[in-house]
């Protein structure tokens, strides 16, 4: 059984924080990598970054390098991503993502997504 659900997003002020959750079933929070990816209105996807459930490494995109950490808590088979020094240009539906090429974003699954406006 597929299940992604994001949740956590909101508004918040440039310089702020967000945590975004992601409750995976068992089946997507046992794929070999898992992620997260946003668009922006009139962008394309981008990656953001991706952790393999293996070795537990993590890795990001620069745009988001040293302030976004991914984690994962496998008692309740949730994927988190800590959003720190929010930018206006982070704007975005933030989609969590399993499976797939993680190492180029090319995901097998992926959630409905969750908005996260950061305003200037």
């Known amino acids: 059984q597929v299940q992604l659900v994001e949740s956590g997003g909101g508004s918040v002020q440039a310089g702020g924080s967000l945590r975004l959750s992601c409750a995976a079933s068992?089946?997507?929070?046992?794929?070999?990598?898992m992620g997260w990816f946003r668009q922006a209105p009139g962008k394309e996807r981008e990656g953001v970054g991706y952790?393999?459930?293996?070795?537990?490494?993590?890795y990001y995109a620069e745009p988001v390098k040293g302030r976004f950490t991914i984690s994962r808590d496998n008692a309740k088979n949730t994927l988190y991503l800590q959003m720190n020094s929010l930018k206006p240009e982070d704007t975005a539906m933030y989609y969590c993502a399993a499976g797939g090429q993680c190492s180029a974003y090319r995901f097998d699954y992926w959630g409905q997504g969750t908005q996260v406006t950061v305003s200037s």
């Open positions: 952790i393999y459930t293996g070795s537990g490494s993590t």
């Open positions: 068992r089946y997507t929070y046992t794929r070999s990598c």
